[in-house]
């Protein structure tokens, strides 16, 4: 059974830079042929898709975000890191991590964190 928990920093200030990490229990991040990515909700909003790193470790980012974020990983301790600069209150959300199978279904959820960007 694959298990993904996102941790990092509840509360972040403006202009900042949002990080959160992913550790994965039951599964390599870097078996063929999975992804690993990151998903947000804005409060009263749908999900967002925002990147996602390869089993390859190659890296993928959604073209709204792509200036702004980062996607990591260390294979050693089976986390994936995600960076996000210049935060403003807009970036308040949830944020998810999930694997992605190659047939692009998200067959694995983190329990979501909240972040709050706030002064």
């Known amino acids: 059974q694959v298990q993904l928990q996102e941790s990092g920093p509840g509360l972040v200030k403006p202009s900042q830079t949002l990080s959160l990490t992913c550790t994965v229990s039951?599964?390599?991040?870097?078996?063929?042929?999975?992804?690993w990515s990151w998903i947000r909700q804005p409060p009263g909003k749908g999900l967002e898709w925002m990147g996602a790193?390869?089993?390859?470790?190659?890296?993928y980012y959604s073209p709204s975000l792509k200036s702004r974020t980062s996607i990591s990983r260390d294979t050693s301790k089976n986390q994936f890191t995600l960076q996000l600069s210049s935060v403003t209150p807009e970036d308040t959300a949830v944020y998810y991590c999930?694997?992605?199978?190659?047939?692009?279904?998200?067959?694995?959820w983190g329990q979501g964190t909240q972040v709050t960007v706030s002064s």
């Open positions: 790193i390869a089993y390859s470790g190659s890296t």
């Open positions: 999930a694997r992605v199978s190659a047939a692009l279904k998200y067959d694995y």
């Open positions: 039951g599964g390599s991040i870097t078996t063929n042929y999975y992804y």
